[in-house]
């Protein structure tokens, strides 16, 4: 059986990485998409670093890339994304900045991905959402309308592509347990967080054929929150 190929945007941050270990671990070939240039990857895998997502055409640049190393594609991991806290009369508001790092990225890489994706016979889309979307808290306005837009991104997709073999769905983590996070809430219990490499497992389900009956999902991975 031919191995399946997977292009992961923002494949150099925390979760990222957890993905692309998990990924190669599982036998898959891996592509990393990502702003950021000149990480260490495992060996196998293709690096693309300096690639802005948020510009359509450097998009389809990075997953023809990907096609034409490897032959094919068969699952893009919307990973790519950022955070910010902040309230709503901060003197400069980040509303324009999360909707390009978190919803124009997975929109422009899911846009540039399909050609690829609808010829594989389990074409996968998988993006990263948010728990804290589903009901804003104060100060994550910003970040929640645009994992919002994430989500509805999810579900409008799925519902265009149900004639393919491309289905698409979302993650929706809580807490990460990182290292920035642990430094920023100090006096929380990580151990109730979600680990990043169990999200990535959750992914790789979505990204594989097993996941065939599953599209439009919302999926909260939330630990024990």
């Known amino acids: 059986m031919t191995q399946r190929v997977i292009a992961v945007t923002g494949g150099h941050g925390v979760l990222g990485r957890a993905v692309v270990e ?14 950021a240039a000149g990480h260490p990857v495992p060996e196998g895998v293709l690096e693309l670093g300096g690639v802005d997502l948020t510009d359509a055409e450097a998009a389809c640049r990075a997953m023809d890339a990907v096609g034409e190393r490897f032959g094919r594609l068969d699952a893009l991991l919307n990973v790519a994304g950022g955070f910010v806290w902040q309230t709503t009369d901060d003197a400069e508001p980040a509303w324009d900045r999360m909707h390009a790092l978190n919803l124009k990225t997975a929109l422009n890489a899911s846009r540039a991905a399909l050609p690829w994706l609808k010829q594989s016979d389990e074409g996968r889309i998988v993006n990263v959402g948010a728990n804290g979307a589903l009901k804003a808290a104060a100060g994550m306005g910003a970040y929640a309308a645009s994992k919002a837009g994430v989500h509805r991104l999810t579900e409008s997709l799925a519902e265009e592509l149900k004639a393919t073999s491309v289905t698409v769905n979302a993650v929706l983590p809580s807490i990460l347990d990182t290292a920035q996070n642990r430094a920023d809430m100090p006096d929380a219990d990580p151990a109730k967080w979600v680990r990043p490499a169990d999200l990535a497992r959750v992914m790789l389900f979505l990204a594989s054929p097993e996941s065939r009956a599953v599209t439009g999902a919302l999926i909260p991975v939330v630990g024990r929150v």
């Open 22 to 35: 998990a990924a190669v671990a599982d036998g898959l070939q891996v592509a990393v998409i990502d702003h």
